[in-house]
């Protein structure tokens, strides 16, 4: 049965206002830049927002910051994006920093259906508050909880028509664990192509774990921080 859904503007026709959404992508690098452009254009609002970053100014989950969809960030750090850096200064967006590590073992246990884990790192600062301890081995852990959304944007660099997907270089980062973490999955692939022309050993991330998946384009591949060295 194919997957497969006409365009981006289709596949975010599906979510409704408040919805929770994982972003692939590590600052501009892997970024499901076409589903994103595609929820900026509809004006989805009160999202929650789950990406290790918010990419840059004008760019990526920026566009949604700077239009104001989005209510709350469940990110790693600020980073480079001033909208989001004045956001949250002013208490205008709900932010919730995670350390990256966990950041990414709680898209990997929610993904995984484990409720939560224990972690030694944050224990003794503002991330632990509020939250149990225990002792394990004489260190103290935080208990921290699985990570699931209602949907997941991914983009890969390969997908066939029932779902699976190849990941290339830098986009393999949060791409797969969140495609595992959310109640629909939708991928858009730089190459769509039929079932069978991937080798089942090259599958990154199985077809059984994406509900809708669509053809990209028009990749900017932008720099994110541009650096000029002098010698």
């Known amino acids: 049965m194919t997957k497969v859904i006409e365009s981006a503007d289709a596949a975010v026709a599906l979510i409704p206002d408040g919805a929770t959404i994982?972003?692939?992508?590590?600052?501009?690098?892997?970024?499901?830049?076409?589903?994103?452009?595609?929820?900026?254009r509809r004006g989805t609002r009160n999202?929650?927002?789950?990406?290790n970053?918010?990419?840059?100014?004008g760019a990526g989950i920026g566009l949604l910051l700077a239009s104001r969809q989005v209510?709350?960030?469940?990110?790693?750090?600020v980073?480079?994006?001033?909208?989001?850096?004045?956001?949250?200064?002013?208490?205008?967006?709900e932010v919730e920093l995670v350390p990256q590590g966990t950041f990414s073992e709680r898209i990997r246990a929610g993904g995984a259906g484990i409720a939560g884990f224990f972690t030694p790192t944050g224990v003794g600062t503002l991330i632990a508050e509020g939250k149990e301890t225990r002792d394990f081995n004489g260190r103290a852990h935080v208990l921290e909880l699985g990570l699931t959304a209602d949907f997941s944007f991914v983009k890969a660099w390969k997908g066939d028509h029932l779902g699976n997907l190849v990941y290339r270089k830098t986009a393999r980062n949060f791409n797969p664990m969140m495609a595992t973490a959310a109640r629909c999955t939708i991928a858009e692939v730089e190459h769509l192509v039929a079932p069978g022309a991937i080798d089942p050993d090259h599958v990154h991330t199985p077809g059984i774990f994406v509900k809708h998946i669509l053809q990209g384009h028009d990749y900017t591949r932008r720099i994110e921080k541009r650096t000029v060295s002098h010698g």
């Open 22 to 40: 994982m972003m692939g992508g590590f600052g501009l690098a892997g970024i499901p830049e076409n589903l994103v452009a595609a929820l900026h």
């Open 47 to 51: 999202l929650t927002i789950v990406s």
């Open 53 to 57: 970053n918010a990419g840059i100014d």
């Open 71 to 77: 209510r709350k960030m469940i990110a790693t750090y």
């Open 79 to 93: 980073g480079e994006n001033k909208e989001f850096e004045r956001q949250f200064l002013q208490k205008e967006i």
